[in-house]
């Protein structure tokens, strides 16, 4: 059972532009929901992370909201620049499974100059 | 400071052979885990380490992995008899102490083909 749905499979926004991702979530028990930035042939680096207690968390250009009626979250990069190009992943994590990271199945963002 | 890092980076391993992977976590971090990431997709737990007690292994897909991390540092995870559906990437990730767990950094993973 996929537990986080990450939309879209794939992106193409222009240079300057705002590039918007979304997850979605099922288990309720998650309670620290990360985004990771992943170049190819490298592992995932952590890019910015936020705890259901709060409904936005910026850091730079990047931003994540967080709706926990809806069980969504969404990262916005504004500014977006052609080295941004990469494949996010979203994730979601809780106490209760031993931290394990649950990830959705990435989005590969390219920006065109 | 040092990172996670992951020894060897590429490993071809024909059909039915054993292969070892070697995960040296960033210093001092408590919890290290390991995940397997196929081609295009998000990466998949495999297992988890609080020191060198492993207390959860519920995603390893069969009985030919084995994971260890005897000393609460460096892990190793070993496949037994590749099979041509073990192909993928093998990433290990580190946290720190309590305080930290939730963050996981990840190192460069071991690409595994089995021919």
């Known amino acids: 059972q996929q537990q986080v749905k990450q939309s879209p499979q794939s992106l193409i926004v222009q240079k300057g532009g705002i590039s918007i991702i979304n997850c979605a979530y099922e288990?309720?028990?998650?309670?620290?929901f990360p985004w990771y930035q992943q170049f190819p042939g490298k592992g995932p680096a952590l890019l910015i992370a936020?705890?259901?207690d709060v409904s936005e968390k910026k850091e730079g250009r990047f931003t994540i909201s967080f709706n926990k009626s809806a069980k969504q979250f969404s990262l916005h990069i504004m500014d977006s620049q052609p080295g941004d190009s990469a494949t996010y992943f979203c994730?979601?994590?809780?106490?209760?499974?031993?931290?394990?990271?649950?990830w959705g199945a990435g989005t590969k963002l390219i920006i065109k100059p | 400071g040092a990172g996670v890092s992951q020894s060897p980076r590429y490993k071809v391993a024909k059909r039915g052979q054993d292969v070892a992977l070697r995960c040296d976590p960033i210093?001092?971090?408590?919890?290290l885990f390991w995940y397997q990431q196929a081609l295009g997709q998000g990466p998949e737990f495999l297992t988890y380490?609080?020191?060198?007690?492993?207390?959860?292994k519920s995603g390893l897909p069969s009985d030919r992995f084995f994971a260890e991390r005897p000393e609460g540092s460096v892990s190793t995870l070993k496949i037994q008899r590749t099979q041509q559906e073990d192909s993928a990437v093998y990433l290990c990730?580190?946290?720190?102490?309590?305080?930290?767990?939730?963050?996981?950094?990840f190192g460069p993973g071991t690409r595994l083909t089995v021919t």
């Open positions: 936020i705890r259901p």
């Open positions: 994730a979601a994590s809780s106490r209760d499974s031993n931290y394990q990271l649950i």
């Open positions: 288990n309720t028990a998650f309670d620290y």
């Open positions: 210093s001092g971090h408590v919890s």
């Open positions: 990730a580190s946290t720190g102490g309590l305080a930290f767990t939730y963050e996981q950094y």
């Open positions: 380490f609080q020191n060198e007690a492993q207390l959860d």
